[in-house]
């Protein structure tokens, strides 16, 4: 009887304590391939997870080369998430080297995706191309897909509903906790896509329209009608000729635009020198594929677009 009463106690305390050990297990072990996916996790784990992004803030993820501590990062991780849609073609190498067993989560998934016209091509991003076959087995043009999805916040929406999904089902004691968290954001991010659209709306149609070297607004001009055009004759690479400047302030003219930003991953000067010879006057800086380091001006995706909206609008006034 005493060896019965002793079982029954110690089963007894042997349940109370497994619930408690469950919400103990280890963090999950999230990496990201770019900062915005990172800031979008750590809005639905919240403390539960370690995060880490491959490609850091204020770094190009269409030309990032993976090192050694990457694939050891990698080797590591529980979840791995990644854009999709061709914006991380050096991924899929990184993630075989490193052998990771990590669930794989694509969070533009469901995402109605934009197809990149030919004439967007000569910017040298090499997004991912499938090629197929018609039925007679000939090969087709491969569709070009514009991955920059999370510039349209509904986008930004589905984003955070996958991550959600695929946390709870990696980490299921916690599964309640990131479904609420993730609903929470996601209340956020719908007023400020109503925000970003309302603001912008107040210009009238014929201002909205901005000159830019980033090739990574497709997304946002769809959602919250604002026209990006290409610089005439001005490519990312080398300091403009004379005459590409005219071109540029003829297209200027032509169009009304005194809204113009420059891509300065690429080549600072070049925007000193069209400022010196044509008297444009730089836009500023648009956050596209990256957030700013922690102190700057959009360290989280929310950030991204409080920063980027009243910027453009500020530049597009003067159109």
Not at 81 to 99: H, M, Q
Not at 301 to 309: H, K
Request: proline share 6%; glycine share 8%; hydrophobic share 45%.
């Amino acid at each position: 009887m005493k060896h019965l009463l002793a079982l029954c106690v110690s089963l007894a305390l042997g349940f109370a304590a497994l619930p408690a050990q469950a919400e103990e297990a280890a963090p999950l072990k999230i990496v990201t391939s770019f900062s915005i996916l990172a800031d979008m996790a750590k809005n639905v784990a919240g403390s539960r997870a370690s995060i880490t992004s491959l490609v850091g803030p204020d770094a190009d993820a269409h030309v990032f080369e993976p090192g050694p501590a990457d694939v050891a990062m990698l080797a590591e991780a529980d979840i791995l998430i990644i854009n999709g849609l061709g914006f991380e073609p050096w991924l899929v190498r990184l993630a075989a080297s490193a052998k990771s067993k990590a669930k794989f989560v694509t969070a533009s998934y469901g995402v109605k995706p934009i197809e990149l016209e030919e004439a967007h091509h000569h910017h040298g991003h090499s997004h991912g191309h499938g090629h197929g076959h018609d039925k007679d087995g000939h090969p087709t043009v491969p569709h070009d897909f514009d991955p920059h999805a999370w510039q349209d916040l509904r986008n930004g929406i589905i984003y955070v509903r996958n991550i959600a999904d695929a946390l709870a089902e990696k980490d299921p004691a916690n599964a309640t906790l990131y479904l609420a968290n993730a609903e929470s954001y996601i209340t956020e991010l719908k007023k400020l896509h109503e925000w970003a659209r309302a603001e912008i709306g107040r210009l009238p149609k014929e201002k909205r329209k901005v000159i830019t070297t980033h090739d990574a607004f497709a997304y946002f001009s769809k959602a919250y009608g604002v026209e990006f055009l290409s610089p005439a004759g001005i490519g990312t690479a080398s300091d403009p000729s004379a005459e590409a400047l005219a071109r540029l302030v003829d297209q200027m003219r032509r169009e009304n635009i005194r809204a113009i930003f420059m891509e300065n991953m690429g080549n600072p000067r070049m925007m000193e020198t069209i400022a010196r010879e044509t008297g444009i006057e730089n836009g500023g800086t648009l956050y596209s594929d990256a957030l700013s380091a922690p102190g700057g001006p959009a360290p989280t995706y929310v950030a991204m677009f409080r920063y980027n909206v009243p910027v453009l609008i500020e530049a597009m006034q003067k159109n």
